[in-house]
């Protein structure tokens, strides 16, 4: 049976609403190993073929060296270098494995598994939504920008009847209708867990804090309101395959605060903080890039406090 080969270091712990946000990137059972979608952008279709039994060892292998660290409630984030909701890519068994696993442990506040549109069905949320599991369960989708540039620039097709934003407004309709069938059952609403990109490129003609800001303000509009959402910023870094420079992370971290006012203002009038914001500051490695140690408790302060008292 073959081993998961890829580098086993662990991704350093960071702190979201749930708690401590830990990521657990194990491998694709496709053919190759290859998400079927290949954006050029994207250095996460990187793992080579597994099966869903070393797969599952693999996570136990992880879960194993986060152990000590853990110090409280925790949110699980399940990556394969594709789409953990592709059967093709993950199957059901796997699946079923690291939902089962998680459940076990009531330190478990979430669990996200990335997807894509066409992977994310009626029948594979039902499935999931009938283990009426003890802990929140959200989809991971890859946005990166409603920029109209976004294909060109990123090499990532989201474009669904002549709308950059058409893949995601699939994906929401298609959780708001499997939440409308869990009423009053509080773990199985599910969430939705959307990452946008710092990328100056995809906004020409303004500045990079406009774009990420009116990229927020336009993703608030697609959700539905009493579906839980997080959005993950993270500042673009340099891949092989794309001529463009790192992100300017402080300047991310300055229109931080005019993005939480308009977070803010989405809560408002909602009986709970339904809308939040991870920064992220990850390299594609998985590490903290040296250059950003400096402001990175920064980070996990803002982090901590995203969400906070209503005003």
Known sequence: MRQLKQNPDLFPIRQDRYGQRIVYLIGNENKGGKCPFQCKGCNANISPKVTPESNMRRLREL???????????????????????????????????????????????????????????????????????????????????????????????????????????????KITEANSGYAGRVHQRFGLEVNLLYLA???????????????VKTLLKIVDKRMLLEIDINPFYEVPQLPYKSADVEELLGSIPRIQGII????????????????????????????LRGISKEVEVLNNNIWGDKK
């Open 63 to 173: 879960h194993g060296g986060y152990e000590e660290k853990i110090t409280g409630q925790y949110h699980a984030l399940i990556y394969n270098g594709g789409n953990i909701t592709n059967p093709s890519e993950c199957s059901r068994e796997a699946l079923d494995d690291f939902l089962n696993f998680f459940r076990e442990d009531e330190r478990v506040a979430a669990v996200s598994i990335s997807s894509r549109g066409k992977f994310l069905t009626d029948e594979m949320l039902g499935h999931i939504g009938r283990k009426y599991l003890p802990y929140q369960v959200n989809i991971i989708f890859g946005q990166e920008s409603f920029s109209p540039l976004l294909k060109e620039i990123y090499g990532k097709d989201t474009m669904r009847n002549g709308r950059v934003s058409g893949e995601l407004e699939e994906i929401a309709e």
């Open 201 to 215: 490129e995809l906004y020409p003609d303004k500045k990079s804090r406009e774009g990420i800001e009116a990229d």
């Open 264 to 291: 803010r203002e989405y809560n408002q009038n909602l009986t709970e903080n339904l809308a939040t914001i991870f920064i992220g500051i990850l390299s594609p490695d998985g590490t903290i890039d040296e250059r």
